[in-house]
Every structure is written in structure tokens, then in C-alpha cells.
Nanobody, 127 residues
Framework: QVQLVESGGGSVQAGGSLRLSCEVS????????MAWFQQAPGKKREGVAG???????RYADSGKGRFNISKDNAKNTLLLQMNSLKPEATAMYYC?????????????????????WGQGTQVTVSS
């Protein structure tokens, strides 16, 4: 059974940093396409950053230059380093994974591509 468990959310002031973690179990971790999504109250879930099984990454425009997605293969953990945070980043952040992707790299930020989801971790950025 595949399980994704997020951690690392919290409250920070604008300009601050947070590092989110997603521990993966139940599937060969290095075969997964993985991504982080955000969902604010009343809004749809949107892709933040994704990484494929070869390590290629894709970022939403909102996080380019400030966010970094990576894998800690020794710990089966997906990471998202978020710097220079803005209040509009306030949302629940979800980790997602899938062993295959219809659209390849293009689909990394498409929530419909993913089969497995974590429970989410809250990020709050105050101005």
C-alpha cells in the first residue's frame, strides 16, 4: 500500500522560508513521478513543482527562482524548499505520486495525472 506523509508546514512571515518533506512508502520510490500541489480555501488544487523519475523538474511560474524540488533517495523523501515566501503562498500543500504519466514531463503539474496523495500540510505566510 502506497503511503505519502507530508511534514514541515507552519507559519512564517513574508520573506521567510519553509522546507516541506514527503516520506514515501509502499512502492519503489525512484520510479515515481512526484509533485507538490497547493490548494487555498475556495480554490482549485494547483501544481507548484514536479520531478520525474530521471530528476527533471518543472515549476509553476509563481515559484520559479524561489522554490526547489528535490529527492532524498536515501530517505525515500520528496522535498520542497520554499524561499522568499509571499502571503499568496498560504494554502494546504499536498504531495502526489504516480508510477506512470500519460503526458510525460508536461504533465508533472497536472493533478489528474497522479494516483496517490498525502493528507497535506498547512503553510501560512503572514504579511
Amino acid at each position: 500500500q502506497v503511503q505519502l506523509v507530508e511534514s514541515g508546514g507552519g507559519s512564517v512571515q513574508a520573506g521567510g522560508s519553509l522546507r516541506l518533506s514527503c516520506e514515501v512508502s509502499g512502492y519503489p520510490y525512484n520510479r515515481f513521478y512526484m509533485a507538490w500541489f497547493q490548494q487555498a480555501p475556495g480554490k482549485k488544487r494547483e501544481g507548484v513543482a514536479g520531478i520525474d523519475s530521471n530528476g527533471s523538474t518543472r515549476y509553476a511560474d509563481s515559484g520559479k527562482g524561489r522554490f526547489n524540488i528535490s529527492k532524498d533517495n536515501a530517505k525515500n523523501t520528496l522535498l520542497l524548499q520554499m524561499n522568499s515566501l509571499k502571503p499568496e503562498a498560504t494554502a494546504m500543500y499536498y504531495c502526489a505520486a504516480t508510477p506512470w504519466m500519460r503526458s510525460g514531463w508536461v504533465g508533472l503539474l497536472d493533478s489528474t495525472e497522479y494516483n496517490y496523495w498525502g493528507q497535506g500540510t498547512q503553510v501560512t505566510v503572514s504579511s
